[in-house]
T-cell receptor, first 117, second 110 residues
Framework: AQKITQTQPGMFVQEKEAVTLDCTYD???????LFWYKQPSSGEMIFLIY????DQQNATEGRYSLNFQKARKSANLVISASQLGDSAMYFC??????????????WGLGTSLAVNP | DGGITQSPKYLFRKEGQNVTLSCEQN?????MYWYRQDPGQGLRLIYY???????QKGDIAEGYSVSREKKESFPLTVTSAQKNPTAFYLC?????????FGEGSRLTVL
């Protein structure tokens, strides 16, 4: 069963405006980590931000912030003051807790963001 | 600069040929991963290695093989047994928390 859901295949935003990219997840374990990655057209995956399930505050990294709503199992990425260089695919991922030697990320299908000048 | 280097960036293969994708890291990370990415899909795990001389199958290991003889290197071989190998392949190593990725290798079967 898919555990990470990104419901927005594509989004548009005007330059300098804020945009929210949605991510919902499903897990029964109380300990987990949530990640957002950016993938520009060059292909490299770039780490943006991390939220641990026990973190008391929402994570922030520069223009990126994570709207973490644990009860609703959502971890939306907010990009403030969008720039043209923000145009890319954005992926939400969840790290499952350790299960023996099995340690991996579960990935969503991504959201394509286009920033308009 | 520290990072992950994948080569080649683009690779063309004839059906029935094995090809090897290179992945080298100088981040001194123990764990390394290979992912496959197809259009419209998320990343799918092929193989991962937590330590030298040890590796584990991921979700889609059939038709692929790996080795981990050195900490810095984790090459992926796409064998002729892989029926649909045309895809974008990403290698990553794991830091304290997040994964660090290479720029990827795009394999096309002619």
């Amino acid at each position: 069963a898919q555990k990470i859901t990104q419901t927005q295949p594509g989004m548009f935003v005007q330059e300098k405006e804020a945009v929210t990219l949605d991510c919902t997840y499903d897990t029964s374990d109380p300990s987990y980590g949530l990640f957002w990655y950016k993938q520009p057209s060059s292909g490299e995956m770039i780490f943006l931000i991390y939220q641990g399930s026990y973190d008391q505050q929402n994570a922030t990294e520069g223009r990126y912030s994570l709207n973490f709503q644990k009860a609703r199992k959502s971890a939306n990425l907010v990009i403030s003051a969008s720039q043209l260089g923000d145009s890319a695919m954005y992926f939400c991922a969840m790290r499952e807790p350790y299960a023996g030697n099995n340690r991996k990320l579960i990935w969503g299908l991504g959201t394509s963001l286009a920033v308009n000048p | 600069d520290g990072g992950i280097t994948q080569s080649p960036k683009y690779l063309f293969r004839k059906e029935g040929q094995n090809v090897t994708l290179s992945c080298e890291q100088n981040l001194n990370h123990d764990a390394m991963y290979w992912y496959r990415q197809d259009p419209g899909q998320g990343l799918r795990l092929i193989y991962y290695s937590q330590i030298v001389n040890d590796f584990q199958k991921g979700d889609i290991a059939e038709g692929y093989s790996v080795s981990r003889e050195k900490k810095e290197s984790f090459p992926l071989t796409v064998t002729s047994a892989q029926k649909n190998p045309t895809a974008f392949y990403l290698c990553a190593s794991e830091g304290y928390r997040e994964l660090f990725f290479g720029e990827g290798s795009r394999l096309t079967v002619l």
